[in-house]
């Protein structure tokens, strides 16, 4: 398979990027060193090539219809200009992706953009098609992954940095809020959104412009490998690894964003996620630490002390900021409460490890 | 790009290194294994005294996004660890052939090094 390549593929490979295949897109994954690109975002500021996250515009008398049946959050809420986080489930409740759904500013061409993960753009627009049919509703779904670009620029000198590229007024933008104006001169909607846990803000300008975007944001340029320690530290969950619809079927409640779903609107997956809602769950996304020496990764086991089985860790790290080893696995309920003792087998070796709350870094 | 591969040093294809010095044998990775790696995070060494079979694996190098084992370039008795790699395992970063040198070994054969792979051959292999 060809794998897509975002628009600032060439301005990577001369910054002297390393690349991996992302959800079938080439990714720049590290530029100088996984450590100093994460420390830049926390301590003052880096941009992302974030071009693989996909862009679906909806439009038309029922766009609103068709996002809210097809989407865990209540979209009524949304004013133009404001954005939310949701779950896309399938009947069972199972969760098919996470996304950003934005309603755009009342000066932008569409109403309604959505964003999906990763090769997921194609699949969500079938599916958004399919039930806008089904359903007769009047809305027009476009794919637009390889029109706009996306660049993200996180960190706490983020907002300084952008104020000067950009006439959009930063200071009104609150978190999850999203306006339009140039990025340095290029027209370009800047959401105040980011998966870092800190301040920041993703640029959506169009895919043949980005080289300026990017280049006017003189900052660390990070990659994925950075993004992937930044989001694990704040508990954010990966699409694909910490739930997958086939290889790890999970609903929104054992992810731990069941605060995403609002059982008070008419969505695919509502009276699935009721029952669950009532009856609880059997596993739930836990963090823990590692109290012995070791790098608890994707897959390994996680037991009681005694030998049984738990579960299993979907994401683990040395924490940068930490420097200690973390983890989130799917465990039993009564290990959703922090402090207790679990056992992480690493290498066919038990090691120690505690539960404990997430966010592991506190912002 | 070009990596350091010191004169003294033989190699394994799987990019470790053991210099003899005066009897001593230390064995570490390259620096072409390191930059390959990214930032070291974790480092997991044999306890001194156990044997080594040249080939074999005897210890693991984690970085942020990879874990790799590591290969005995010699067979031996493991004279001394570098447990400085416990607390600051960015040595294997920061200085592969020097602070960051993983074991010493008791050689068993001196022949083995003759099998290994000379400074060219390796820097041949990287190219």
Known sequence: MTLRSPPLARVHEEGGARFTDFGGWEMPVEFDSIREEHAAVRESV???????????????????????????????????????????????????????????????????????????????????????????????????????AMVAV?????????????????????????????????????????????????????????????????????????????????????????????????????????????????????????????????AKLVGLELVDRGVPRHGYEVRTRDGDTLGHVTSGTMSPTLGEPIALAYLPPAYADPGQSVRVVVRGEPKKARTRATPFLDR | MSFQVPDDCRYLESHEWVRVDDGTARVGI???????????????????????????????????????????????TVAAINERLFDEPELLNEAPFADGWMLEVELADEGELDDLLSPDEYRDQIA
Request: aromatic share 8%.
């Open chain 1, 46 to 148: 880096g941009k992302f090539d974030v071009s693989h996250m996909g862009q679906v515009t909806v439009d038309g008398p029922d766009a609103e219809r068709l996002l809210q049946r097809l989407t865990t959050n209540d979209v009524t809420a949304l004013a133009p200009g404001e954005a939310q986080y949701a779950a896309v489930t399938d009947e069972e409740g199972v969760m098919l992706d996470d996304t950003v759904v934005y309603r755009l500013p009342a000066d932008s061409d569409d109403e309604f953009l959505f964003v999906p993960n990763a090769g997921h753009d194609e699949e969500m627009t079938d599916r958004w098609t399919t039930h806008r049919d089904e359903w007769g509703l009047d809305a027009t779904v476009t794919n637009r992954t390889t029109e706009y």
């Open chain 1, 154 to 282: 996180q960190g706490p000198d983020a907002p300084t940095l952008l104020a000067d590229e950009t006439d959009v007024d930063l200071d009104e933008l609150d978190r999850f809020d999203v306006g339009s104006g140039p990025v340095a001169g290029v027209e370009s909607l800047v959401a105040r959104t980011g998966y870092t846990g800190e301040r920041g803000f993703e640029i959506l300008c169009p895919w043949g412009e980005a080289e300026s975007v990017w280049a006017a944001l003189d900052c660390q340029p990070c990659g994925l490998g950075a993004r992937d320690t930044l989001r694990l530290e704040m508990g954010f969950l990966l699409s694909g690894q910490d739930f997958h619809p086939e290889d790890e079927p999970r609903t929104p409640h054992e992810a731990g964003i069941g605060w995403t779903v609002k059982l008070d609107t008419e969505f695919v997956g509502r009276d699935a996620l009721e029952r669950v809602d009532r009856e609880g769950v059997d």
């Open chain 2, 30 to 76: 390259t620096d072409f294994a390191q930059d390959e790696l990214g930032d070291v995070v974790f480092v997991e060494l044999p306890d001194e005294g156990e044997e080594l079979t040249a080939g074999e694996e005897f210890g693991v190098v984690e970085s942020i996004k990879a874990v790799s084992d590591v290969y005995a370039p010699v067979s031996g």
